[in-house]
């Protein structure tokens, strides 16, 4: 039987959020929370918290049919599974928009800042993020941390290429194969 392999991801995603969540917020001022509140929006929280949605659906949809597709192969399944997994799909969908929505990510956020930002230095950041190299800065940085994350992953492989000789050493010295 096929299983729902996101909720590792999931729980990863959760917990950082969670972590970050957990600061505390230096002061109740509205104007110094509006700011926050522009930085966030001026930066392209929302758009990250929408690209999250956005690929947590695509994850989950391509499990569902994993799933659909190992019932398929069951020659008991009966035509009710399908309905199952339509429901299953459009039930877990609802609880991914409004736990990931763009709007609550963003007012979610604004602690987060505020506990790592005085009210001054989010004057600046805001005066950056609205000029046009900071305007550039949100408008590449999507693009970059794509980059990024590919290189990560290419040093990864290689990594794990270049100390495959080591664990098969380790693995001969311990008796483990021959």
């Known amino acids: 039987m096929a299983s729902l392999n996101t909720e590792g991801f999931l729980k990863a995603k959760l917990v950082c959020l969670l972590i970050c ?41 391509q499990a569902v049919n994993e799933m659909y597709e190992a019932f398929t192969q069951d020659q008991f399944m009966t035509f009710e599974i399908n309905d199952d997994l339509d429901l299953y799909e459009a039930e877990v969908k609802k609880e991914l928009k409004e736990i990931f929505s763009p709007e609550r990510f963003v007012e979610l956020s604004i602690p987060i800042y505020m506990a790592n930002f005085s009210e001054s230095e989010l004057d600046a950041l805001i005066e950056f993020y609205e000029s046009p190299v900071g305007k550039k800065v949100v408008e590449r940085l999507p693009s970059i941390l794509l980059q990024s994350q590919s290189l990560g992953e290419k040093l990864v492989m290689e990594y794990l290429q270049a100390i495959e000789p080591h664990n098969e050493k380790l693995n001969k010295a311990l008796g483990l194969v021959q």
Do not use: F, W
């Open 21 to 61: 969540l957990a600061q505390p917020c230096s002061s109740d001022d509205d104007s110094y929370r509006a700011k926050a509140e522009k930085y966030v929006r001026i930066t392209g929280t929302s758009a990250i918290a929408n690209s999250t949605l956005l690929q947590l659906e695509s994850e989950l949809e």
